[in-house]
Nanobody, 124 residues
Framework: QVQLVESGGGLVQAGGSLRLSCTAS????????MGWFRQGPGKERDFVAS????????SYADSVKGRFTISRDNAKNTMYLQMNSLKPEDTAVYYC?????????????????WGQGTQVTVSS
């Protein structure tokens, strides 16, 4: 059974940093893309960042470009999201996901498996 577990969320002041992790189990994901999405209160689940199967290519939402960095360690079946210069508008539940294919995917329909989410709260 495939399982994705996010960790690293929490409460941080504006301007601070957090590092999210997503560990996958149940199969190897080294041949597929992975991504992060977030869902704020009363909002839809939006794309944040994605990384291709090898980690050689990444894609970011405009709202986080230059502040967030996505990476992966295929040997550990783990993906990361380093979040710097956090803003109150980054407050959301962050979800990791495993793609249907190997290349960057920015839409929810391109992902097959989802984690349960981790809360990130940025205070002003």
């Amino acid at each position: 059974q495939v399982q994705l577990v996010e960790s690293g969320g929490g409460l941080v002041q504006a301007g601070g940093s957090l590092r999210l992790s997503c560990t996958a189990s149940g199969r190897t994901f080294s041949s597929v893309a992975m991504g992060w999405f977030r869902q704020g209160p009363g909002k839809e689940r939006d794309f944040v960042a994605s990384i291709n199967w090898s980690g050689s290519s990444t894609s970011y939402a405009d709202s986080v470009k230059g502040r967030f960095t996505i990476s992966r360690d295929n040997a550990k079946n783990t993906m990361y999201l380093q979040m710097n210069s956090l803003k109150p508008e980054d407050t959301a539940v962050y979800y990791c996901a495993v793609g249907l294919g190997g290349w960057n995917i920015r839409t929810r329909t391109g992902y097959a498996y989802w984690g349960q989410g981790t809360q990130v709260t940025v205070s002003s």
